[in-house]
């Protein structure tokens, strides 16, 4: 496990140019959001000096008393953010087919070949991710089911009662959201690697893949160990520093891009551990043979002659 782990990771790591592509374009879609919604709340706030008592505290009566005066002038924004958040998830989808066949070089990183080789596969990772998205969609189901049992057989008892009854769904959703998670990340490069297979197929060799080489799921929990871990150690920072002054805020900007990048990094790492996983132990696909053009042109040549005779 640890050798899939340092080699995918050493993957990743020697494409940083393409780590930094995803992270800029990343940020370059925040920003068209960030800037816009700045300038509105200074001018819908007046310039107000009420919005400096958040850095020292949080206030919740003067965002209640902002959301209720500037409601119209932030409707526009919720529809942007909603708007740019499917960009977002479009987009990461886009990137894995570039992402993929960048993994298969040894030389420089090219923005042209990106993109082409990202378009080139987008119309079928588009699909795993809404079957995905499904399976999630039945992942929640369950989890719902499961939570409101707890819940009716607790009902009555103490708060840690209750928490303890619920934890054994919560564990339950959880292993099985990262099931779901993983097997797209393994139907993407096995419909990479098998331009042929359609996606459906792709998908359901993925999850039996999965089940019968349980060890995948550790490498994925590994990795997602080190992004909680990413998740504290930014968390921590941000409350040793304190966001009290403009210098603070600088300085918490800049730990905020590094962490962003580190999470941009920990994504593209998932998928090549599934890459070098399937690259050590590829899956056995059979597809059916195209016909061949030129027997069966063949064939009815003979017949139209016996015909004719």
């Known amino acids: 496990m640890f050798t899939i782990l340092s080699q995918a990771f050493n993957r990743t790591a020697r494409n940083w140019k393409m780590v930094l592509t995803v992270f800029i374009l990343n940020l370059s879609l925040g920003l068209i959001l960030a800037t816009p919604l ?127 009854w619920l934890t054994p769904s919560l564990l339950l959703s959880g292993f099985l959201l990262t099931i779901v998670l993983n097997i797209g990340h393994y139907a993407k490069v096995i419909l990479f690697k098998n331009v042929s297979v359609n996606v459906w197929v792709g998908f359901w060799k993925a999850a039996g893949y999965i089940l019968y080489n349980f060890k995948t799921m550790r490498i994925y929990w590994a990795i997602l160990i080190v992004a909680v871990a990413l998740i504290l150690i930014y968390l921590f920072i941000e409350s040793a520093i304190g966001m009290t002054s403009a210098f603070k805020i600088g300085i918490m900007f800049i730990f905020q891009q590094i962490f962003i990048f580190c999470r941009v990094f920990v994504k593209i790492w998932m998928l090549s551990g599934s890459f070098e996983y399937l690259s050590l132990k590829p899956i056995a696909i059979t597809t059916m043979p195209k016909p061949d053009s030129n027997a069966i042109r063949g064939t009815s040549d003979s017949d139209e002659s016996k015909l004719s005779a």
Not at 53 to 65: A, N, P, R, Y
Not at 74 to 83: D, E, G, I, M, V
Not at 118 to 130: E, M, P, W, Y
Not at 136 to 142: K, R
């Open 38 to 164: 700045y300038n509105m709340l200074q001018t819908e706030s007046q310039n107000s000096l009420e919005f400096e008592k958040l850095l020292t505290g949080f206030d919740f009566t003067v965002i209640s008393d902002f959301l209720s005066k500037g409601r119209k002038s932030l409707r526009p924004f919720w529809l942007l953010s909603l708007a740019l958040s499917v960009i977002y998830l479009i987009l990461n989808i886009f990137f894995a087919g570039g992402i993929l066949s960048q993994f298969t070089k040894r030389g420089s990183f090219k923005l042209d070949s990106f993109f082409k080789n990202s378009a080139q596969h987008f119309g079928r990772f588009l699909l795993v991710f809404l079957i995905e998205l499904v399976a999630l969609l039945g992942v929640a189901i369950i989890a719902f089911v499961c939570m409101g049992i707890s819940l009716v057989a607790s009902d009555g008892s103490t708060e840690p009662v209750q928490l303890a």
